[in-house]
Nanobody, 118 residues
Framework: HVQLVESGGGLVQAGGSLKLSCAAS????????MAWFRQAPGKEREFVAH???????DYADSVKGRFSISRTRTWNTAYLQMNSLKTEDTAVYYC????????????WGQGTQVTVSS
């Protein structure tokens, strides 16, 4: 049973940094892509970043150059380093996992709140 648990959210001033973690358990994650999504109040959930099995990464235009996704060599923890935070980055951030050959991001964490104050 795959489980994803996010941590590291909190309150930070604009221009500050936070690092989110996503601990995965319940399977061998070397064949999973990992991603971060976010959902701001009153808005739909949106893609933030993902890291493929081969290590390649993609980012939403709104976070390019500010956010960085990575994962441990054991593949079971993913990170999202967030720098130069803006008030518009305020959202609940979700970790997601997609198994190779599966049907998209089928596994989700419970979310962690990130609040950026002006």
């Amino acid at each position: 049973h795959v489980q994803l648990v996010e941590s590291g959210g909190g309150l930070v001033q604009a221009g500050g940094s936070l690092k989110l973690s996503c601990a995965a358990s319940g399977d061998t994650f070397s064949t999973y892509a990992m991603a971060w999504f976010r959902q701001a109040p009153g808005k739909e959930r949106e893609f933030v970043a993902h890291i493929r099995v081969n290590g390649n990464t993609d980012y939403a235009d709104s976070v390019k150059g500010r956010f960085s996704i990575s994962r441990t060599r054991t593949w079971n923890t993913a990170y999202l380093q967030m720098n130069s935070l803006k008030t518009e980055d305020t959202a609940v951030y979700y970790c997601a996992a997609a198994r190779a050959g599966g049907h998209g991001y089928a596994y989700w964490g419970q979310g962690t709140q990130v609040t950026v104050s002006s």
